[in-house]
């Protein structure tokens, strides 16, 4: 079992710039697929953003040109990027894996780990 911890979480004004990391313990994330997801209050857990082990990259269309996702194999961990980070975009985003792919469904999922909190001001 993967042991994931999200970190890097915060009060950002619109426009500001985040950087999420998913810290992985108890398997080498590099045999990974990871997904970032978030969920908005009121709403369900969205996938925002895959990596593939081979570093192919898939974004949603809400977050696409403005959210990086990149991974540092050295490290165990992978990052998100936010830019231009708008109102919208305020949510607890988790991480988690997947061998091939990161489930659209995050229902598939049993675990996840504690997800960190973005706020972003207007």
């Known amino acids: 079992q993967v042991q994931l911890v999200e970190s890097g979480g915060g009060l950002v004004q619109a426009g500001g710039s985040l950087r999420l990391s998913c810290a992985a313990s108890?398997?080498?994330?590099?045999?990974?697929?990871v997904g970032w997801y978030r969920q908005a209050p009121g709403k369900q857990r969205e996938l925002v953003a895959a990596i593939t082990s081979g570093g192919t990259t898939n974004y949603a269309d809400a977050v696409k040109g403005r959210f990086t996702i990149s991974r540092d194999n050295a490290k165990n961990t992978v990052y998100l990027q936010m830019n231009s980070l708008k109102p919208e975009d305020t949510a607890v985003y988790y991480c988690?894996?997947?061998?091939?792919?990161?489930?659209?469904?995050?229902?598939?999922?049993?675990?996840w780990g504690p997800g960190t909190r973005v706020t972003v001001s207007s």
């Open positions: 108890g398997s080498i994330l590099r045999s990974y697929a």
């Open positions: 988690n894996t997947d061998p091939q792919y990161p489930y659209a469904d995050y229902e598939q999922y049993d675990y």
